[in-house]
């Protein structure tokens, strides 16, 4: 076969959540996979080492303007260049005409719900708003057009087949994320001094990994914390990443705490090789969410000993399974409370550590890429057929 895979943002400094997924599934089908033949389309950007061709993997560079026009435009001609059999698009939307069998991974149908959009209206960044829009016109179209779908967990399984009456439809698959193997308890007190420093982290914290996103439930987060400190008299900060200040002291005016500012630490953004040094380093991994599709953070944090509260909603207990303490998100209380018990009850606490450490193993990102390429294998079969 020739596969095509789109790698648009890989290349980016800033990277996230389904960047890492693509580098991720890329990195592990190189190592597996010495007999078909990958064009890896990307945007040039100046993280290009983070990606090595190899024998029959090679990276292609293409310029072509704004995200839209990139994808809508110089990705389907450079896949038919390249004599793609199979043009696998990694993030939720793909190239409405193309005449390359699509393969599409469609991680959340988050911005299709319209309860979400009610929070949007109110909340999201003008940015955020116009990539809800793009993918809300896009992928109706994408799900249409594609031979192969894969999404990140039963739940948004169940979730997308609701909303497109794909039920019975053999082309809906649930392919589980990993976890990265440096994520991983620390034990190197050289390296935990190092991101310390680095990132300014006080002694006693908590992690939370929220942002501008409605979902994240950063409000509710920060109002929990706020009950926390009230209620306790303990000397705790939240550390939070990468979070615009004007942005959080609305929050913190809506709370009505804006003193809440002195015991927040923003690091700003964190290269993810030293992300495990954080969390090793905090109290409690704290995710909230309204609403996600996997929860990869979750597993890291695990997988790093460190005890998790996360939601009832959406993938979480999926994900989680019995080795996270559950909440109702819509309950900050529920937070608050979930928190001093950790903080209270050490066996409780050790228990969570240990199941976390057990439950993050399961999840590996060599089986997602024996999985997907299973399915690539699969439509080309069908298409040969």
């Given at each position: 076969?020739?596969?095509?895979?789109?790698?648009?943002?890989?290349?980016?400094?800033?990277?996230?959540?389904?960047?890492?997924?693509?580098?991720?599934?890329?990195?592990?089908?190189?190592?597996?996979?010495?007999?078909?033949?990958?064009?890896?389309?990307?945007?040039?950007?100046?993280?290009?080492?983070?990606?090595?061709?190899?024998?029959?993997?090679?990276?292609?560079?293409?310029?072509?303007?704004?995200?839209?026009?990139?994808?809508?435009?110089?990705?389907?001609?450079?896949?038919?260049?390249?004599?793609?059999?199979?043009?696998?698009?990694?993030?939720?939307?793909?190239?409405?005409?193309?005449?390359?069998?699509?393969?599409?991974?469609?991680?959340?149908?988050?911005?299709?719900?319209?309860?979400?959009?009610?929070?949007?209206?109110?909340?999201?960044?003008?940015?955020?708003?116009?990539?809800?829009?793009?993918?809300?016109?896009?992928?109706?179209?994408?799900?249409?057009?594609?031979?192969?779908?894969?999404?990140?967990?039963?739940?948004?399984?169940?979730?997308?087949?609701?909303?497109?009456?794909?039920?019975?439809?053999?082309?809906?698959?649930?392919?589980?994320?990993?976890?990265?193997?440096?994520?991983?308890?620390v034990t190197n007190d050289l390296e935990l001094k190092r991101v310390k420093e680095k990132y300014n982290l006080p002694e006693k914290y908590f992690f939370f990994l929220g942002n501008t996103d409605p979902k994240k439930n950063?409000?509710?987060?920060?109002?929990?914390?706020?009950?926390?400190?009230?209620?306790?008299?303990?000397?705790?900060?939240?550390?939070?990443?990468?979070?615009?200040?004007?942005?959080?002291?609305?929050?913190?005016?809506?709370?009505?705490?804006?003193?809440?500012?002195?015991?927040?630490?923003?690091?700003?953004?964190?290269?993810?090789?030293?992300?495990?040094?954080?969390?090793?380093?905090?109290?409690?991994?704290?995710?909230?969410?309204?609403?996600?599709?996997?929860?990869?953070?979750?597993?890291?944090?695990?997988?790093?000993?460190?005890?998790?509260?996360?939601?009832?909603?959406?993938?979480?207990?999926?994900?989680?399974?019995?080795?996270?303490?559950?909440?109702?998100?819509?309950?900050?209380?529920?937070?608050?409370?979930?928190?001093?018990?950790?903080?209270?009850?050490?066996?409780y606490r050790k228990t969570l550590v240990n199941k976390g450490i057990e439950r993050s193993k399961i999840f590996s990102w060599k089986n997602m890429a024996h999985q997907v390429l299973n399915l690539?294998?699969?439509?080309?079969?069908?298409?040969?057929?």
């Open positions: 076969m020739v596969i095509g895979i789109e790698g648009q943002r890989l290349f980016r400094k800033n990277k996230h959540g389904m960047d890492m997924v693509a580098l991720e599934l890329i990195k592990n089908l190189q190592e597996i996979d010495h007999d078909n033949n990958y064009y890896v389309f990307v945007k040039p950007d100046e993280d290009s080492s983070v990606l090595q061709e190899t024998s029959n993997f090679k990276i292609i560079p293409l310029n072509g303007g704004s995200y839209p026009k990139w994808e809508q435009l110089a990705l389907p001609k450079a896949a038919k260049a390249h004599g793609c059999d199979v043009l696998h698009c990694t993030s939720n939307t793909a190239p409405l005409f193309s005449d390359i069998p699509l393969i599409t991974t469609l991680h959340d149908i988050i911005y299709m719900e319209s309860s979400y959009f009610k929070i949007l209206k109110s909340s999201a960044t003008r940015y955020q708003k116009f990539g809800n829009v793009y993918r809300k016109i896009v992928v109706p179209k994408v799900v249409k057009n594609s031979k192969k779908i894969i999404t990140v967990s039963n739940f948004e399984k169940k979730r997308i087949g609701e909303f497109f009456g794909m039920h019975s439809d053999n082309r809906l698959e649930s392919v589980y994320n990993g976890v990265s193997e440096h994520f991983k308890i950063t409000k509710g987060t920060l109002k929990a914390f706020s009950d926390f400190l009230k209620e306790t008299g303990l000397d705790y900060k939240l550390v939070m990443l990468d979070y615009d200040k004007s942005e959080l002291d609305k929050l913190l005016i809506e709370i009505e705490d804006r003193s809440l500012i002195d015991k927040i630490v923003l690091t700003g953004y964190v290269v993810n090789t030293d992300l495990p040094a954080i969390y090793a380093q905090c109290d409690i991994f704290l995710y909230p969410s309204l609403r996600e599709s996997f929860g990869i953070p979750m597993l890291e944090a695990m997988a790093c000993g460190v005890p998790v509260i996360t939601s009832n909603t959406s993938s979480m207990p999926e994900v989680a399974g019995e080795a996270a303490h559950i909440i109702d998100p819509f309950k900050y209380e529920d937070i608050t409370k979930g928190m001093i018990k950790i903080l209270d009850d050490e066996n690539y294998e699969e439509m080309y079969n069908e298409l040969t057929a």
